[in-house]
């Protein structure tokens, strides 16, 4: 079974207007961690967002916003006010366990395009 | 966060040939990862390399193929041998630390990647 499932491959959106990226899980363990990436074209992986599974309020960072459901287990980025930069792909992944004996499991990913 | 290079940047390499990528890192720091991305796929971990041990290579990876060096803190390398055409891939470096406050977590970061396409 799939750990981490990203079901949308592609998306398009209007510049300007907010953005989901959905991001399903599947763990048992009570301590993990959820981390989204972003890589643009040039190939990088640039870190963005972290939600660990303790956290009782969403994470936040600028325009990024992570919807944690946690009964739902889903992760799911907010990007608000999108730009034409937004355009790139979006990795979730997922540690299970806090620290860093555990390995990142990464979904699919999601390409999104943002349209002017 | 630690600023971290990669050189080449992107090659095209004959079959049959290697190539090593070099990771160098501005800080000191434990783990290191080489990944590697297929063209529209995912990442998938080759191995973990650890300064002051061998690296730990995970399943379908061997040694062999992929030669991994760490001989410091802040620099590794990783050879692809005997190319092939299955091996143009991204192959990416990251960095793993505690990021502190607000995170309070060990985070991954990357370096730039190589883009090889083996012809």
């Known amino acids: ?116 | 966060s630690a600023v971290i290079s990669q050189k080449p940047s992107r090659d095209i390499c004959q079959r049959g040939t290697s190539l090593t990528i070099q990771c160098q890192v501005d800080s000191q720091v434990t783990m290191m990862f080489w990944y590697r991305q297929q063209p529209g796929q995912s990442l998938t971990l080759i191995a973990t390399a650890n300064q002051g041990s061998e690296a730990t290579y995970e399943s379908g990876f061997v040694i062999d193929k992929f030669p991994i060096s760490r001989p410091n803190l802040t620099f590794s390398t990783l050879t692809v041998s005997n190319m092939s055409p299955e091996d143009s891939s991204i192959y990416l470096c990251s960095v793993e630390y505690y990021a502190g406050v607000p995170l309070r977590t060990d985070t991954q970061y990357f370096g730039p990647g190589t883009r090889l396409t083996v012809l």
């Open chain 1, 1 to 116: 079974a799939q750990k981490i499932t990203q079901t949308q491959p592609g998306m398009f959106v209007q510049e300007k207007e907010a953005v989901t990226l959905d991001c399903t899980y599947d763990t048992s363990d009570q301590s993990y961690g959820l981390f989204w990436y972003k890589q643009p074209s040039s190939g990088e992986m640039i870190f963005l967002i972290y939600q660990g599974s303790y956290d009782e309020q969403n994470a936040t960072e600028g325009r990024y916003s992570l919807n944690f459901q946690k009964a739902r287990k889903s992760a799911n980025l907010v990007i608000s006010a999108s730009q034409l930069g937004d355009s790139a792909m979006y990795f979730c992944a997922m540690r299970e366990g806090l620290d860093s004996n555990y390995q990142l499991i990464w979904g699919a990913g999601t390409k999104l395009i943002i349209k002017p």
